[in-house]
């Protein structure tokens, strides 16, 4: 029986992109060595790097104003690298949307000013304030968001016009659906959760935005040096970046952003449909702000909650507890995630309802 992996990150990768990598894992392109064995400058891995990039920015209909970048340390590292570059000393604005958005805010804070322009904390982050409340600040350094709010099952469903140079942390709803990269001068995403394994952070940086960069930022926290060699100052976390690779080229196959679109709202459509239908489950999140990524819901109590995930897990549904810091439930149904897990999902659900409603 199929296991559905719920799971926010790291989360389900296609299942053809992991036969493929395990076929290339002990003899890549016939060469007689593993993908892990291979020289990152070698004649075998340079074209991975690049074919990952050119698939990002084919994808995402990137513009050569953009480079395409791939850094370690995670999102988490971008909080403060972000701010390293591109602050100093100056006032940054960050929309307070999530216990992301706060972490990203606090690094942000040791390199400069920060302006809360928005923030939903009070309301446990159950929804995206509307952007005519915003208080931003004029000339600022440049405006932080949070696309989709892993945690609290919120997602933008329009982005802010701003002034000033537009960042999102896109890590959960990258390449979930289609819009403007034109907006942003930067978007940031730790792979693990659409695109891959943990140990990348993909950067998307638009070349004037990287000019602006401080001096005084070491060599590999200065967007400029990965930039000027192609990812490659050092060596890249090159299994990543190859299953990257791998994933992107599967999205182009089935017809690329538009298309996952497509199937992402029709799996969200459904299971919010039911939760929407039952007395039992209740999602706390703001209807027009839900995420199509992260479903949270509730049962009626915590033991049941405890219950729920303990007996999906017995049914092959499995990580479906909330984060540790809002408890209930979550259901993570990224790219990856086929409309067969949902379906599986809810007839689980009806179940659990009829035997503990
Ligand atoms: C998971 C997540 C992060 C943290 O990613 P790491 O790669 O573990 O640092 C940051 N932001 C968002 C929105 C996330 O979902």
């Not at 289609?178 to 998307?204: C, E, H, T, W």
């Not at 089935?254 to 969200?268: R, V």
């Not at 897990?313 to 479906?320: G, R, V």
């Amino acid at each position: 029986m199929a296991v559905y992996n719920f799971s926010a990150g790291p989360a389900m990768l296609p299942v053809e992109v992991m036969k493929q990598a395990q076929e290339e894992f002990c003899n890549y392109g016939n060469s007689g060595c593993g993908i892990l064995e291979l020289s990152h400058r070698g004649k075998l891995f340079e074209p991975v790097i690049r074919r990952a990039e050119a698939n990002v920015k084919e994808l995402l209909g990137l513009s050569d104003d953009y480079a395409v970048l791939f850094v370690q340390g995670g999102a988490s590292m971008q909080f403060a690298m972000l701010a390293m570059n591109f602050l100093n000393g100056g006032t940054a604005d960050y929309a307070d949307t999530g216990v992301w958005s706060a972490k990203a805010a606090k690094e942000a804070a040791r390199f400069g000013k920060v302006n809360l322009v928005c923030s939903s904390k009070e309301s446990k982050y159950n929804h995206i304030p509307a952007f005519d409340t915003w208080k931003t600040t004029e000339g600022a350094a440049y405006l932080h968001i949070t696309s989709n709010n892993t945690v609290a099952g919120t997602q933008y469903q329009a982005f802010p016009e701003t002034k000033v140079p537009m960042i999102a942390d896109m890590s959960s709803d990258i390449m979930s659906r289609v819009f403007d990269p034109n907006k942003f001068a930067m978007i940031y995403a730790g792979a693990q959760k659409n695109l891959g394994p943990s140990g990348v952070a993909l950067v998307i940086l638009r070349k004037d935005l990287a000019e602006r960069a401080t001096a005084a930022v070491p060599t590999m926290l200065n967007y400029n040096t990965y930039i000027a060699d192609g990812s490659m100052f050092n060596t890249p976390p090159t299994f990543a970046i190859y299953i990257l690779a791998l994933v992107t080229d599967y999205f182009k196959k089935l017809g690329g952003i538009a298309a996952i679109e497509k199937i992402n709202n029709a799996k969200a459509a459904k299971l919010y449909g039911f939760l929407d239908s039952s007395d039992f489950y209740k999602t706390p999140v703001v209807k027009e702000d839900r995420s199509r990524m992260n479903v949270v819901f509730r049962t009626p109590s915590e033991e049941l909650d405890a219950l729920f995930v303990k007996k999906a897990a017995e049914e092959n549904l499995t990580s479906l507890k909330g984060h540790r810091l809002v408890g209930g439930c979550r259901a993570s149904i990224y790219n990856a995630m086929p409309m067969a897990g949902v379906d599986a999902l809810i007839d689980f659900m009806k179940d659990f309802e009829r035997a503990n409603g």
